[in-house]
């Protein structure tokens, strides 16, 4: 079943075609379910601020987060949001929902 996925980027909503949407989704729904202590994806809020802070909110609950995993998932979901369509410049903030 698809969830829903919504993306802004710089503080811009970023329309998301279905190959996108779908990437997104099983992407980072892949890096969360190898992070340690994490379920099935009801609810998924994942941002990343403008100093370079991660931070997820998984089913009502902040999921911590060390160094390493900090680093991996901002430099690939940076990666994977800077060369869409309506992302201008710099990835400065990233803000990602997924929820069913």
């Excluded at 802004?8 to 729904?29: Q, W």
């Amino acid at each position: 079943m698809t969830k829903k996925v919504k993306l802004s980027v710089n503080n811009i909503p970023i329309t998301l075609d279905f190959f996108v949407h779908e990437y997104l989704e099983k992407v980072v729904g892949g890096i969360i379910s190898s992070l340690n202590d994490t379920g099935d994806i009801e609810r998924l809020e994942l941002s990343i601020d403008n100093e370079g802070q991660v931070s997820i909110h998984l089913n009502d609950a902040d999921v911590p987060l060390k160094e390493f995993p900090v680093e991996l998932i901002k430099s690939t979901v940076e990666g994977m949001v800077a060369p869409l369509k309506g992302v201008e410049g710099v990835v400065n903030t990233v803000e990602l929902t997924i929820e069913s």
